[in-house]
């Protein structure tokens, strides 16, 4: 089992940056494909971004692609998620998740985070 803590959001301006940072527990972090879903107010939740145990692989939602690049550190037990050229509509509240395999993390994984808001003011 793997509990994960997100943090890093906040309320930023389109076009500004932004880095989630996802903590998690255990000594089998690197056994886990992790990844990072989010959900905006009135909507599904919606797959983002996922990285392979060791990060060889990644993909993305075609809504971020080019703008958000996730990435891990498994010294740290640590994913993030770096976003760039934000725009109003990325605003939601941003889950980590995690699964032993990246396939079901495109529909949402068995480990979620508590989620971190993020708001993007145009």
């Known amino acids: 089992q793997v509990q994960l803590v997100e943090s890093g959001g906040g309320l930023v301006q389109a076009g500004d940056s932004l880095r989630l940072s996802c903590a998690a527990s255990g000594r089998t972090f690197r056994t886990y494909a992790m990844g990072w879903f989010r959900q905006a107010p009135g909507k599904e939740r919606e797959f983002v971004a996922a990285?392979?145990?060791?990060?060889?692989?990644?993909s993305y939602a075609d809504s971020v692609k080019g703008r958000f690049t996730i990435s891990r550190d498994n010294a740290k037990n640590t994913v993030y998620l770096q976003m760039t050229s934000l725009k109003p509509e990325d605003t939601a509240v941003y889950y980590c998740i995690a699964d032993t395999n990246i396939h079901a993390l495109k529909t949402g994984g068995n480990y979620w985070g508590q989620g971190t808001q993020v708001t993007v003011s145009s």
């Open positions: 990285i392979s145990s060791y990060g060889r692989s990644t």
